[in-house]
């Protein structure tokens, strides 16, 4: 009898772009190997419809290997309305479900798949002491451009005394590490629009300039070449996929590690 393994997932509630890479990464990776499950752990917001549209699409889907399941609401769960900002009340909102997750943790962990890991996203780290627990692995997913990675990674590295209010307004820029593959204009993928505007400003990109930068897009020369390096790039994009593909290979290595969990 083949293994059988099982991931579990835990997004960020409410959060559709947290969710839809997270689902889609689930879904790479059992195709990508068979003998995987995947078990997205849901933390139900009401006042977001578009999420459960989203999630009864994925559950209607054939041929899926993901399942998805509702934690039970919370006694007492927190008010929005309580707190100044969002990070404070989705910080407690995901950490009063504590119990539900180790709860549906443990119904798996007793079912005929073992249970080979567990990945939250960077707002749901809380999480992570009830996979140790449980004596489950866990791992950070990050839903978020590679970039917003880099700023994250460079973060607690700048100096101790360098406090967040020196760089407000400030006419310095603040050099931030990168992805290697540079930005869509160093790529020649695409055109210039200013981005020079500033928050409270009405100084917003007009029609006039949106259809230029268009029609730059679609006629002459130029467009001649962002077509043929955009081409050359999803050729590239598709190769790294592909067995032996640097991505390929990086999932392979993922699956290993859990299988070894």
């Given amino acids: 009898m083949m293994n059988k393994f099982h991931v579990v997932f835990i997004s960020t509630p409410g959060s559709l772009g947290n969710l839809v890479p997270t689902v889609e990464f689930a879904r790479h990776l059992t195709n990508h190997d068979r003998r995987f499950f995947a078990t997205v752990l849901m933390i139900d917001m009401i006042q977001r419809p578009i999420i459960t549209a989203y999630v009864e699409s994925c559950r209607q889907s054939t041929a899926t290997n993901i399942n998805f399941i509702n934690l039970p609401p919370t006694v007492d769960p927190p008010s929005p309305n309580e707190y100044q900002g969002f990070f404070g009340y989705m910080s407690l909102l995901v950490a009063n479900h504590k119990h539900s997750v180790k709860h549906a943790l443990a119904n798996l962990i007793m079912s005929d798949s073992r249970v080979a890991g567990l990945f939250v996203d960077m707002f749901c780290t809380s999480m992570i002491d009830v996979a140790n627990e449980l004596g489950i692995s866990c791992y950070l997913y990050?839903?978020?451009?590679?970039?917003?990675?880099?700023?994250?990674?460079?973060?607690?590295?700048?100096?101790?005394?360098?406090?967040?209010?020196?760089?407000?307004?400030?006419?310095?820029?603040?050099?931030?590490?990168?992805?290697?593959?540079?930005?869509?204009?160093?790529?020649?993928?695409?055109?210039?629009?200013?981005?020079?505007?500033?928050?409270?400003?009405?100084?917003?990109?007009?029609?006039?300039?949106?259809?230029?930068?268009?029609?730059?897009?679609?006629?002459?020369?130029?467009?001649?070449?962002?077509?043929?390096?955009?081409?050359?790039?999803?050729?590239?994009?598709?190769?790294?996929?592909?067995?032996?593909?640097?991505?390929?290979?990086?999932?392979?290595?993922?699956?290993?590690?859990?299988?070894?969990?």
């Fill in 142 to 261: 990050f839903a978020s451009p590679v970039s917003f990675l880099g700023f994250m990674l460079h973060f607690p590295t700048l100096d101790d005394t360098q406090f967040a209010m020196e760089f407000v307004d400030s006419d310095d820029g603040m050099m931030v590490p990168k992805d290697s593959t540079g930005s869509m204009k160093e790529l020649g993928l695409g055109v210039e629009i200013r981005l020079d505007y500033r928050e409270g400003s009405d100084d917003l990109v007009s029609p006039v300039e949106l259809e230029r930068a268009l029609r730059r897009l679609m006629e002459g020369s130029e467009a001649d070449e962002v077509r043929r390096k955009f081409q050359e790039m999803k050729e590239k994009s598709w190769m790294a996929l592909m067995p032996n593909g640097s991505s390929y290979k990086s999932l392979t290595s993922l699956i290993e590690e859990l299988i070894r969990n």
